[in-house]
Nanobody, 124 residues
């Protein structure tokens, strides 16, 4: 069974940094694309943050995080989201997701697997 488990969420001051991790198990994700999405308020739709193609490392970012966030992966089935220069508007529940077709798309419907999310709160 495929499992994605996020960690690293915390309360941080504006201007600070956090690194989120997503541990992937139950499948070989070496041919997938892994993405990060966030939900900024209850009832609001999840929005795309970043994605990385496991083979080759091609990336895609939302305009709102370009230059501040970096997505990466290692050889141990873990995906990271390094978040720098955090702003209060980055406050959200962050979700890890997997696309088995290895696209770099931004739509929720293009991702097959999801984690439970980790809370990031940025205080002003």
């Amino acid at each position: 069974q495929v499992q994605l488990v996020e960690s690293g969420g915390a309360l941080v001051q504006a201007g600070g940094s956090l690194r989120l991790s997503c541990a992937v198990s139950g499948h070989t994700f070496s041919s997938y694309t892994m993405g990060w999405f966030r939900r900024q308020a209850p009832g609001k739709e999840r929005e795309f943050v970043a994605a990385i193609r496991w083979i080759g490392g091609s990336t895609n970012y939302a305009d709102s995080v370009k230059g501040r966030f970096t997505i990466s992966r290692d050889n141990a089935n873990t995906v990271y989201l390094q978040m720098n220069s955090l702003k209060p508007e980055d406050t959200a529940v962050y979700y890890c997701a997997g696309d088995r077709w290895a696209r770099l798309r931004i739509a929720i419907r293009d991702y097959d697997y999801w984690g439970q999310g980790t809370q990031v709160t940025v205080s002003s």
